[in-house]
Nanobody
């Protein structure tokens, strides 16, 4: 079993920056992929960024150059640094981990970007 707890979401203005954190605990595989997804009202959940156990990263086109995913293994935490935020980035942001073919999700954290 794996537990994921996101934090850091809040209301910000257009152009501001925000860092989300996801702390994980439980049985964690050496080979895993962790990621951030988001879901805006009335829309499907979409990929934002992922980071593999080898630290390879992948980003949605809409956030490339603005968002950075990184991790601190010593703190069992992954982060999403979000710069130059836009109103269209408004969503609930979810952290997940995929290991051994099983995916676990956090409860989400709300990010709202006002224009």
């Amino acid at each position: 079993q794996v537990q994921l707890v996101e934090s850091g979401g809040r209301l910000v203005q257009t152009g501001e920056s925000l860092r989300l954190s996801c702390t994980y605990s439980g049985t964690i595989a050496a080979s895993r992929t962790m990621g951030w997804y988001r879901q805006a009202p009335g829309k499907q959940r979409e990929l934002v960024a992922t980071i593999s156990s080898s630290a390879s990263t992948n980003y949605a086109d809409s956030v490339k150059g603005r968002f950075t995913i990184y991790r601190d293994n010593a703190k069992n935490t992954i982060y999403l640094q979000m710069n130059s935020l836009k109103p269209e980035d408004t969503a609930v942001y979810y952290c997940n981990i995929n290991q051994w073919g099983v995916t676990f999700w956090g409860q989400g954290t709300q990010v709202t970007v006002s224009s």
